[in-house]
């Protein structure tokens, strides 16, 4: 059974109650990304690095967002408490990505990656037990290390991606949790028209909600510069070259967001606060030139709910929930990508 905790929310957790990236989802899409590539055998690693570093921004050498989060209502409830509502009037986030290829052969590549996130919030709310409104600001630092080895064979005829991971997140008191990801992805048609596979992820990680997600994407560029991008269950996009060094993109993303707690509701223990969102909106890439490419994203973020569980303990076995309303976002981002140097624009 869950911890039973007194009878209304801690200050401290009224500030996350909307959120941006997961860093183990976004991981686990770099390696279902990296499933595309084009014919020549003794650069595959290369095309693959390339193709996922031109398909997400967050996995290439550098990469620096800003996230801002308009004002939004929630409401939030205790195991068996009662009904707090309230307002989060300030939401912001920094994100850094570093990531980098150590060896790359002709069929195997060995890889890291880390990531930096800092989320601050300001949030007004009625205590349940005093019925005064209250007006409180949080920060909270989130970051996760990676390994990850990728093997390059054949099945069926078809060209298999095997990948393995190990991933270490935490705050910035402790290191928490130590993650294994595991991926299949056969390589279904490859052209210069249309890219397709077909895959399976396996999370090894005691609070994971799913342990294993098939996965399949599939790209097709259509005439006048139009193309569609499809990675299942992370995104749905329809996008467009434009401007000559700009690329625009309109359609849904799956995102989500996971910190750790510590003192949670004044327990002892640690705590961790998940949650799970979807982006419907538009998303502008601009090369620069020097490898830099300019990110601007906007449009309406909806968040199913949030929760907070024992770090022991499953999702579904959670001591708190929380359902904000959704809200407009927009973020900012710059980043650095030597695959696009010498590139007249971002390739769709």
């Known amino acids: 059974m869950p911890l039973r905790l007194t009878k209304y929310p801690p200050r401290s957790l009224l500030k996350i109650l909307t959120s941006n990236r997961n860093a183990p989802l976004s991981f686990v899409l770099l390696l279902i990304g990296s499933s595309c590539f084009g014919q020549k055998k003794d650069s595959i690693p290369q095309k693959i690095t390339a193709y996922v570093a031109d398909k997400f921004p967050s996995t290439r050498v550098l990469n620096i967002e800003h996230y801002q989060l308009a004002s939004h209502k929630f409401n939030s409830t205790l195991l068996n408490g009662p009904q707090t509502h309230g307002e989060i009037t300030n939401m912001y986030q920094t994100k850094i990505n570093l990531n980098q290829n150590f ?91 249309t890219k397709m596979t077909l895959g399976l992820v396996g999370i090894v990680d005691p609070s994971a909600q799913i342990p294993v997600i098939p996965t399949f994407s599939y790209e097709h560029k259509f005439k006048r510069n139009w193309a569609l991008d499809i990675v299942l269950p992370q995104r749905l996009l329809l996008k467009k070259e434009v401007f000559g060094n700009g690329r625009i993109s309109l359609g849904g993303e799956l995102d989500g967001t996971g910190l750790y707690l510590y003192q949670f509701n004044r327990s002892s223990g640690t705590h961790e606060f998940r949650q799970i969102e979807i982006n419907m909106g538009a998303i502008y890439e601009h090369y620069f030139g020097g490898s830099l490419i300019g990110t601007l994203k906007t449009g309406y973020k909806s968040i199913t709910s949030g929760r907070v569980f024992e770090k022991s303990k499953s999702f579904d076995n959670y001591v708190f929930e929380a359902k904000p309303n959704g809200a407009m976002y927009l973020n900012l981002g710059i980043s650095f990508n030597p695959f696009a140097k010498g590139k007249s624009k971002i390739s769709i």
């Open 103 to 193: 060896i790359q052969k002709r069929r195997w590549s060995l890889g890291g990656s880390f990531t930096y996130r800092h989320i601050g919030a300001t949030a007004v709310y009625t205590d349940p037990a005093s019925q005064m409104q209250l007006i409180t600001k949080n920060s909270y630092h989130y970051h996760t290390s990676a390994l990850s080895i990728a093997y390059f064979s054949k099945l069926l005829d078809k060209t298999v991606i095997y990948s393995g991971a190990v991933a270490v997140d935490g705050s910035e008191k402790n290191f928490e949790r130590v993650k294994g990801l595991f991926t299949a992805t056969m390589v279904l048609k490859v052209n210069l028209k």
